[in-house]
């Protein structure tokens, strides 16, 4: 079963970053990354500003990799359903939960691959921090390693595409995602005025804690996305998404102080919908919390088990979905 997971899995990986949303959603976000540290320039305080930057960066890789994991899912899966593409698939020695488990593990895997590049955007970002004034002088390692990194990543992939056939929107993920970490390793080790630096200097372990539980809310919303895609279509699946989003950030605010007080009702809900605020802690950041560990470890254990309920549904519901 293992190996069919993999099979399917490597097929959704390759076939979810070669769609052009994704591409869309790659570049988009990353040009917002890059945008960020002007667009926080208003609070006329420089600390104000540089937790501004935190916060819009962290909501931002969160808003694009929900709208990444609905149009992925969709245009993996409920799409073969609806071309009845799946039928050459499931009618081979796979079953309906290998096909399930595969296509969560590609379209996430996808994800997660543009929410490491999308983090590297944004580390090269905090690094490079707010102007707030005139005197200030960019941070030029930043912004020709990055800028770099990224013409690079765009003409090999376009050399390719004219020269080897190559599809232009995995070629780019390819080549793109490892020059950007390659231009973020270069960055730790030289210094705003170009002299060389111990790599833990600008190495922001914090902020990497807080990126790591966005990646694994991504992972949570990619599996309601997979759950939802089996009987739903692109745009109903989208507005499934993002009430997800929304209730689960709300939770605490929403359910959790009547549930406190012994609502049954409150306290139903407070269980079933997902609190993603464990997952957000861009607060924590601002008001200088350290996020310790165990703290991760709970938070993993929690997504983790949840995912295993929404994928599990949504085998239960592709089980009894004609494909046919």
């Given at each position: ?33 890059a ?32 709208l ?12 073969e ?41 944004f ?74 630096q111990?790599i833990?200097?600008?190495?922001q372990?914090?902020?990497?804690i807080?990126?790591?539980l ?5 992972g ?55 609190n ?13 919390r ?12 929690y ?6 309920g ?15």
């Amino acid at each position: 079963m293992l190996q069919q997971i993999w099979a399917v899995a490597r097929n959704t990986f390759v076939e979810t970053i070669r769609q052009p949303v994704y591409v869309v959603l790659l570049l988009g976000t990353l040009l917002l990354m890059a945008l960020n540290p002007a667009i926080c320039a208003f609070t006329l305080d420089t600390e104000g500003d540089n937790k501004m930057l935190v916060d819009l960066g962290l909501s931002t890789m969160f808003v694009a990799g929900l709208l990444l994991a609905a149009f992925s899912a969709t245009g993996v899966f409920s799409r073969e359903i609806s071309n009845q593409t799946v039928l050459t698939v499931i009618s081979k020695p796979i079953g309906r939960a290998a096909f399930v488990l595969g296509k969560f593990a590609g379209v996430y895997g996808a994800i997660a691959a543009a929410g490491l590049a999308w983090a590297i955007a944004f580390l090269l970002g905090v690094r490079h921090e707010v102007l707030t004034t005139a005197d200030q002088e960019l941070d030029m390692p930043v912004l020709l390693f990055g800028a770099g990194a990224l013409a690079l990543g765009v003409g090999l992939a376009a050399f390719g595409n004219y020269y080897y056939r190559w599809v232009f929107a995995s070629a780019l993920a390819a080549w793109l995602i490892p020059l950007l970490v390659a231009a973020y390793g270069l960055v730790l080790l030289v210094g705003k005025h170009w002299s060389f630096q111990p790599i833990g200097t600008d190495f922001q372990g914090q902020l990497w804690i807080a990126i790591l539980l966005v990646i694994l809310a991504l992972g949570l919303i990619s599996a309601v996305a997979i759950a939802a895609s089996v009987r739903l279509g692109q745009v109903l699946t989208l507005l499934v998404c993002a009430g997800v989003f929304m209730v689960g950030l709300s939770s605490d605010y929403l359910f959790g102080r009547s549930a406190a007080e012994g609502h049954w009702f409150a306290g139903f809900f407070y269980r079933v919908v997902p609190n993603l605020g464990f997952l957000w802690q861009a607060d924590a950041l601002s008001q200088g919390r350290a996020l310790p560990f165990s703290f991760v470890g709970q938070v993993a254990a929690y997504t983790g088990l949840y995912v295993c309920g929404v994928i599990s549904l949504a085998i239960g519901l592709f089980q009894t979905r004609e494909v046919g």
